[in-house]
Structure formats: C-alpha cells, structure tokens
C-alpha cells in the first residue's frame, strides 16, 4: 500500500508541472520508466502505465494505472498548467473526482527538456514524461 501511494504522490507531482495555453505543451505525453523503476514495479509482481494530456485551454488530465499482483487501480487528476521559457508549472484541482488535500494542491514547476519533447517527474527518480 504504501509503494502504491508512493507512486500515486509521483504521478501527482509529476502532473503538477505545467505550461502555457497552447505551445508546445497541447497533446497527450506518455509516462516512461527508466529500466530500474520498470524492474522495481516488476519485483512487486505488477506494472505502472500512465499519461497526460494537455489542452490548448490551460488545463490538463492525467490517468494512471497501477496493476500488482492481478489487480489494477486507475488513478485519475487534472488541474490547470501554465508555462514560462521552458518552465512548467502545474496546479492540480482534482484527484479521482474530489478536491484534493492543501499539500496537493501547491503548484510544482519542472524544467521541460531543449527540445521541449519531455519532462523528469519532480521528486521521483526515474519517471518522466515524452510528448507522442
């Protein structure tokens, strides 16, 4: 349980990190695990798939799915994102359909990649995400 909130706060703060309306930001970004986050989901006897999908609007959605030992939690958020040079910055206004807690709702701002194609997920080592 506690690896399952782990990576949920992960994909949450990895979402957390926006742009601005339109731009280069406008589309659906899937996660990708380095090899040693895929190993480690595999050892716990499951998987994690997730994306993000940003809209010209300034606002975003995110899903990802977790499966372990057969079973598979879905995860939903959105929010809202803006950007400035090659910085991203999030706010997040939903986590599965509710408000979510004070502490989630504190905008993160990460640092799009030069060709402005990917983003690291903030605080979680390992996971990013790459515009399809």
Not at 71 to 86: C, L, P, R
């Given at each position: 349980?506690?690896?399952?909130?782990?990576?949920?706060?992960?994909?949450?703060?990895a979402?957390?990190?926006?742009?601005?309306?339109?731009?280069?930001?406008?589309?659906?970004?899937?996660?990708?695990?380095?090899?040693e986050?895929?190993?480690?989901?595999?050892m716990?006897g499951?998987?994690?798939?997730?994306?993000?999908?940003?809209?010209?609007?300034?606002?975003f959605?995110?899903t990802?799915?977790?499966?372990?030992?057969?079973?598979?939690?879905?995860?939903?958020?959105?929010?809202?994102y803006?950007?400035?040079?090659?910085?991203?910055?999030?706010?997040?206004?939903?986590?599965?359909?509710?408000?979510?807690?004070?502490s989630?709702?504190?905008?993160?701002t990460?640092?799009?990649?030069?060709?402005?194609?990917?983003?690291?997920?903030?605080?979680?080592?390992?996971?990013?995400?790459?515009?399809q």
């Amino acid at each position: 349980m506690r690896t399952k909130l782990t990576l949920l706060a992960t994909f949450v703060a990895a979402l957390i990190c926006g742009c601005s309306s339109g731009g280069p930001m406008v589309g659906t970004w899937k996660m990708e695990l380095t090899d040693e986050m895929k190993k480690m989901a595999e050892m716990a006897g499951g998987s994690i798939d997730g994306s993000m999908e940003f809209k010209g609007d300034g606002t975003f959605t995110g899903t990802m799915k977790m499966t372990s030992q057969g079973k598979t939690e879905t995860s939903t958020v959105e929010g809202t994102y803006k950007v400035d040079g090659k910085n991203l910055t999030m706010t997040l206004t939903k986590m599965d359909g509710k408000d979510p807690s004070e502490s989630d709702k504190k905008p993160e701002t990460v640092t799009l990649a030069d060709d402005m194609k990917s983003f690291s997920a903030p605080k979680v080592p390992g996971m990013k995400f790459v515009k399809q």
